[in-house]
Every structure is written in C-alpha cells, then in structure tokens.
C-alpha cells in the first residue's frame, strides 16, 4: 500500500508520509496505547505514549540507536491489563520485544508491531561526540536537532539541522554523510538477520521512492 496523511501540517511533521503517525493515532483513538521514539532533549529514546500530543514528539526520524528503558516492560504490564498496543523500532527493536514477551506467557493478540527499512543505526557514543564536536565549533549550546529536516529542504533531500543558544541555525550534512557512509553504524548491523523479505513485524513502513513515475496520479 502506498498512503499519505490528507492533513498537509502533520504530513510535515512526519518524516515522509506519516504512516506509523496514523497508525499510532488510530489505536489511541480506541484508547489503546504507543510506544515509539522520540528526542528527550537531545538523548534519543523510547517511550510510552497515551495521547495525541505525545505522539507528536515521535515524528521524523532520529537516525541513531534509541534508548528502550523500561518500555518492554511496560509493554508487558499493558497487555495484562488488555490494553491494545502499537510498538513502533527497529526490526531488531520489534524482534527483542517479541522474543521478551514469548517468555512470559502474555496474551499478545492486543499488541500491532511496527517495524520501519532499516539502513543501520549510528552508535549513540558517535551522535553524542557529534553533538559536542558541533558545539565547540560554533561555541554555543545545542538548543535542538533534526537529523532530517523536511521542513527546510523539502522530502526528497537529507540535510540536518540544528539550533544554537545563541540563535544561530546550521543546516549541513556532516552527520548525513557519515550515516550513508556506513562508518558510523553499530558492528551488530553489519550482520543484521532482519533484512529479509519475510519480516518481523505485523506492518513494514519504508519511504516509497519512485511513486512518482510508477503513480504519477498519487504523487
């Protein structure tokens, strides 16, 4: 299937067509509950969400390995109180918390895993001695990131972004180009058992590049 969220703002927001958003909206809709990733200042981690304005904070990606805390746990203390759940990670995210789960016993016919093409997470030491590196070059405070920020250079570019104390904004690609360098990618994705046809998760999410000339009309 290839979907678009109809609301243009919260189709900005999103990375690309606001999929796992509208996913992640409908099961609070029923009063079920989300986990996915999100920015907790500057650290990038995991966590539960039960309303619209929490799902927010999970839109776009963050392109380095996410903290999970505590959330396959909670994950586990919602589904024995039969609440409807959406998992949104990494395949290897999707995989551990169904492997976790498989252990208890728990009832999961409540729980929708979601799972997005992985390219490979960044180790979180290489993000955090980015973020210091670009702070003494421009010897300011970090306020905030996008690590692909659609809003200034539209869906089919990947630059970053970042904004200073001072005010001053970068826009640039050093950490781009370290990603699509592969240098910068956790040794364990190297030999990742998830790319494959057969997948993990319930859903599969991907970027559909080409829809364009393959569907000109949906485009």
Not at 21 to 28: D, T
Not at 57 to 64: L, M, P
Not at 113 to 136: K, W
Not at 161 to 187: E, H, Q, W
């Amino acid at each position: 299937y290839a979907l678009r969220l109809k609301n243009h703002e919260e189709r900005m927001n999103s990375q690309s067509g606001g999929a796992s958003y509208s996913f992640g909206e409908h099961i609070l809709k029923e009063d079920g509950i989300v986990y996915g990733c999100f920015y907790d200042g500057l650290n990038v981690a995991h966590t539960r969400i039960e309303n619209i304005e929490q799902l927010h904070r999970t839109q776009g990606s963050k392109y380095v390995q996410s903290q999970l805390g505590q959330c396959y746990n909670q994950v586990l203390a919602d589904l024995r109180k039969s609440k409807k759940v959406l998992f949104t990670g990494t395949p290897c995210q999707c995989a551990g918390l169904l492997t976790f789960l498989a252990s208890t016993n728990v009832d999961i016919s409540n729980l929708i895993t979601c799972e997005f093409i992985c390219h490979g997470v960044p180790s979180p030491q290489v993000y955090r001695d980015y973020l210091a590196f670009m702070e003494n070059k421009h010897g300011s405070l970090i306020l905030n990131i996008n690590l692909r920020d659609k809003k200034a250079v539209g869906w089919q570019r990947h630059l970053e972004s970042i904004t200073f104390a001072d005010g001053k904004k970068y826009i640039g690609r050093i950490y781009v180009d370290l990603f699509y360098s592969n240098l910068t990618l956790r040794r364990s994705c190297e030999q990742c058992r998830f790319t494959k046809v057969e997948r993990v998760a319930d859903i599969t999410v991907a970027d559909c590049w080409g829809i364009e000339k393959s569907r000109p009309e949906l485009w």
